[in-house]
């Protein structure tokens, strides 16, 4: 299959350090590493995103066959995604324009989340190609566990273009099997649009490591031989970080805690949480060293007894999924897709109540089990070799295949 994709990744540039802002979490990881995996599969991908710095190159190759292309639309500056809405006609008109002067056409767009749909409508409509979107995370699914009297403006728009891109996208991709039913009640989609595809993670980078590379991961964070808690993920009220603090609090076990996220210089959400940790008085066990670059992740998950995701909703989990290949059992909130992952008793434990007690008690009962501790550890990487992205573009190529016989007999339809 040789054919070129059109993939949009508007609010957020898949090369934005992890964890760093609210726009960069799992993701940017997804966009990248399918779009290499495309590549190598002999796909040529253009990533589409909008310009968040001024120094940025027009065009950016990152793979084979792989080029980031930033687009110009509002200010040369990081915005959060709730601030995009107005520059999403610029961005389109500009991406058509980038199309337009090549001597190429695309064969296919292929969005991510509901910023680049709404683009991704117009250009797929524009080109007469298919359009293949995917949510990563669906708006009216995180207020499920809100008061929905609480609901901004913005999330209500939101709500609507999601619906809008539903009922005209060629395919919705989505990471479980859960989330593809809870978009067919939503929406009224029929089983042909929906494909479950979960995220991939790259097994080669993502290892156990020797005995000798986890006794120095671990010397480094926890030089005094405490038990090690670990949070990865962006600094934001959904991931449930107040919860987590709280949770370990209560522990009986002394642990350690450290989150990996933020922006420790200057970044007012670390500082909170640092003050709420001196608060709850966990004093010198919690740390925020800040964003992590992706290649030094093992070392981090290698070094922990666990990892923690106190969640209030994730529609997937990667980081579930990147632990668990570091042989690193995961505790974690009994929601979205977590439970397609972590498999309570086997690679990890769930916890269904959303409440400190629980999570100090699976905690504890996993710190002071080693047995436990070792038995988990032993059916992590197993649990989730189904996950490399070999397997995963294998999957996603035979969408575009789908996608692109459809387009062609349709056109050969119109002919008589």
């Not at 994709?5 to 993701?27: D, F, I, K, Q, Y």
């Not at 389109?92 to 064969?107: K, L, Q």
């Not at 395919?171 to 929906?194: I, K, N």
């Not at 995963?392 to 050969?412: C, F, H, K, W």
Request: proline fraction near 7%.
């Amino acid at each position: 299959m040789c054919f070129r994709v059109a993939m949009l990744s508007l609010h957020t540039s898949p090369l934005a350090e992890l964890g760093r802002t609210r726009n960069a979490g799992g993701m940017n990881a997804y966009v990248q590493g399918l779009a290499r995996e495309l590549g190598r599969g002999g796909i040529s991908v253009d990533i589409f995103t909008r310009r968040a710095d001024a120094a940025a190159p027009p065009i950016q190759p990152l793979a084979e066959q792989v080029r980031l292309i930033h687009i110009p639309a509002g200010p040369a500056v990081t915005l959060p995604p709730d601030e995009l809405s107005p520059y999403v006609a610029d961005f389109t008109h500009r991406v058509a324009r980038f199309a337009e002067r090549s001597a190429y056409r695309y064969d296919l767009v292929h969005s991510h989340y509901w910023l680049s749909g709404v683009a991704g409508l117009s250009l797929a409509a524009a080109w007469d190609v298919p359009h293949i979107t995917m949510y990563h995370t669906v708006e009216r699914l995180k207020w499920q566990r809100q008061d929905p009297d609480d609901m901004s403006d913005t999330a209500r728009r939101r709500i609507e273009q999601e619906r809008r891109i539903a009922q005209h996208a060629d395919r919705l991709t989505v990471s479980t099997e859960q989330e593809a039913e809870q978009l067919r009640r939503l929406y009224g989609l029929p089983a042909s649009q929906l494909r479950v595809i979960p995220c991939g993670v790259d097994l080669r980078r993502f290892t156990p490591g020797t005995c000798a590379q986890r006794a120095a991961a671990r010397a480094a964070l926890a030089p005094d031989g405490r038990p090690l808690l670990l949070f990865v993920g962006r600094l934001d009220p959904i991931k449930g970080i107040d919860l987590l603090l709280e949770s370990v609090a209560r522990m009986r076990t002394p642990a350690r805690l450290v989150v990996i996220g933020g922006n420790p210089p200057g970044d007012a959400e670390v500082d909170r949480l640092r003050a709420r940790a001196r608060a709850l008085g966990l004093g010198e066990r919690v740390s925020f060293p800040g964003a992590v670059a992706p290649r030094d992740l093992p070392c981090y998950y290698r070094a922990a007894d666990a990892l923690a995701i106190t969640s209030r909703y994730e529609s997937f989990g990667l980081v579930a999924v990147e632990a668990l290949a570091c042989g690193t059992p995961v505790v974690a909130a009994h929601v979205g897709g977590l439970p397609t992952i972590v498999r309570h008793g086997e690679n990890g434990m769930l916890v269904r109540r959303r409440c400190p007690d629980a999570f100090a008690e699976q905690f504890d009962a996993l710190l002071e089990d080693s047995a436990l501790r070792a038995r988990l550890s032993s059916a992590a990487r197993p649990s989730v070799m189904r996950f490399d992205w070999p397997r995963i573009g294998d999957r996603m190529r035979t969408v575009y295949q789908e996608l692109t016989a459809e387009q062609r007999g349709v056109a050969a339809c119109s002919c008589f």
